[in-house]
């Protein structure tokens, strides 16, 4: 762990993350004020730092001084801007929706009581209604391994700073596959974890009855430092369940989807190809298995009348707000939100049902699903000729996973031959979260990758980063 | 076991059942026609009895001719006419919905599998939408302890018929209260398990979320033997659910409502008091409790979007359809129900999924709820003077059982000051059903009363029963 090490040797928290606030305000804003397509929306002022390293001075003081029982001690992270931070705007990237919560997130609370240091809000698709990350009026987050590129969405900014070595880990939320799709296309682990393990209250919501925080980190052992801080059962949040023992406990046998279509981007094919056999060289048996039942299911989220949970959220605040602070597209997708009937959604729940129990009895022959995180990785232009068909592409193989009530985790593979991030996700059971970490584990040792911020030219020495907290 | 000892002392499956075939069609049906107002729909031609009798004799030659593999082996049992039965027309209630399946549900193909013989198929308010027992076409079923009195719906016909002896147990449905009022006001066990522990393939849904086929017994061990039965998962019914150990081990304290309106019923306010004094005397503990989240939920059901789920089970078949077959507060109840939206219906679920938080929290401080079944037990005339205030008033300790995903058992009590039938419901955690029926056995062991069929003047020489089948 470089920043507790760094922490042992005598340096402080309070020296280290000045230098690293400083650092990124000069990188992301200007006088003050976010720079347009940052990955920030907000940043932790000196003063809110000051608290927050008062705060963490207490807690260590409760804990005897014993820097090993804090296990985020002085870790620095970054927050997706619809979970609540005390003392910080949740806008859900919509300046007019903004509010100043006095309370943090569930979520937010246990990584601070772990000893975590909250350097700021990070940008998103507005509402979290995205895979894009450039559904936003804070502005599109560029992919920072090529500009052209999109980042992913919606929790772009979360993982863009987490790749720019500015934090440690940071929090995302995941509906459709925003902790996924981003985590994959700049190369860091983002970890989905069954629906109400990580507690949601505090969370603008977008699908209440689906949504999920997430986790990105730059390998299986932070992930799991931290997602060991966030899986306590709130009973304020009634979605929330305490953990099960029902989901896999080791995985080795994969199903790799029959049906792949790569809308002509020949570098994830390749990419993935080459990950399927590097996976078979590791041990484990792939097995092609139908991918229509997930398919159906994937397509239903947005064609189907989920989109009336979106509206159940912000329906009302979109009719009625200005223009100017509202994605066009994100107003599009959920002011049309209330069209389906209670009949429809029953219907639609019928299906759900029924092709999730289909999706489940996969989980009899193989361990886990082996998918590419998505089929394609779109450039920013792209995206602007097709904003909603572009997205839909890109949640192939995320949106399904919370309907059917699975667990999962995005992992980073060999760059693609064109130089970008390419990443699998294996998606499995419920509480299938530690066997899910264990492969990527063994994955990420046996394939060595460097990081995201080493491949982007961050050294250690920069920010204390190559930010392993576990 | 009644049944089980007859035929061991050599008589035979034929005989008898021919004779109890017999006897039913004389008291219920007239010039081969249902008689108005019978507990029965149809009833087995003396042919599908002979078939059944062939299949029962060549299952227990599979089983080595041996009668103690065949755990209901040639008992006669009446299902609800919403749950198919190869051969007779499932009509719902509703003889322009009918139609003549050729498959067993997958329930009734349990039964038959474990010797059971299916006499026939029972009355129910139309399309299971009624507490009372009278919302048909195929007439009313009154209360066979004083005719001016309803019998409970909408598993009427099936409650009935076993109060009046006909069979040994029956099959009844229950999506908010059908398996556990007409069990209250027929002095009989009504079982409603689990959500998904009992297959609904091949039942007409109601609510399909929320269906569940539910037991009708005379004593806590019948119960249990065909719950035995019964408790199989079904892979091919999206909503099955494998037992799981969630549920309570066994039954010793018990949560009172602190509200009970009885509607001016002082005959069932004073039956519960009693119950309750025969619960402590018995040593179990009672702990009066706030029933707000309950009555919130119960409210729900009817005044929520769930009646869209109704809606889409039999929306269109009753807009298109002849008024002449259609119960008209049936037809008035879920024609009205595609009104709600989408939006509705997930602000709904919010609400059911806080409100089922709450109402399982109860279950950390005792282990089952004690209701009395219905808080009032209304006249015929009652109910057409208010058909739908009535029926509401009868869904109150029921209807939030299956939205909050409880296990329920009624029992009969003493019964009232007036002779009629009293009973109470335990309600307990999903998958407590062992413990519900261990309780059951306990209490009637104890207050020693005479079943239904021996009230009301049913002699065991008559029709072989006291059928008891465990």
Known sequence: NDWLQAYRQGQSPAELLAALRASIEQSEFTDGQHTDGSSWISLASEAQLQQQLEQLAELLQQHGGDISLLPLYGVPCAIKDNIDVAGFNTTAACPSFAYLPDQDAHAVALLKQAGAIVLGKTSLDQFATGLVGTRSPYGAVPNPFNSDYISGGSSSG???ALARGQVAFSLGTDTAGSGRVPAGFNHLLGLKPSRGVISTRGVVPACRSLDCISVF????????????????????????????????SEVKTLAVPQQLDWFGDDYQQQAFEQACQQAKRLGYRLKTIDFSPMLQLAELLYQGPWVAERFAAVGEFIRTNSKAHLDPVVAAIIGEGDQASAVDAFNAEYQRQALSRQ????????DALWVPTT??????????????EINSRLGTFTNFVNLADLSALA?????????????????????????????????QAELALPTAPALLDVRPEQTVVLAVVG
Chains 1, 2 share one sequence.
Request: charged residues 10%; proline residues 8%; hydrophobic residues 45%.
């Open 158 to 160: 979360s993982a863009v």
């Open 217 to 248: 980190a730059l390998n299986s052992q932070d992930a799991n430092s931290v997602y060991q801080v966030l899986a306590q059962y709130d009973g304020e949040d009634s979605y929330a369940r305490p953990l099960a023992s029902t989901g896999k």
């Open 411 to 443: 992992v980073p593979a060999h760059l693609r031959a064109d130089g970008l991030p390419f990443g699998i996700t294996l998606i499995a059971p419920a509480f299938s979260e530690s066997a899910l970490l264990q492969f990527a584990q063994h994955w």
């Open 359 to 366: 999706i489940q009895q996969v989980f009899e022959q193989v």
């Open 375 to 388: 089929p394609c990785l779109p450039t920013q232009a792209q995206v602007n000729s097709a904003p909603i």
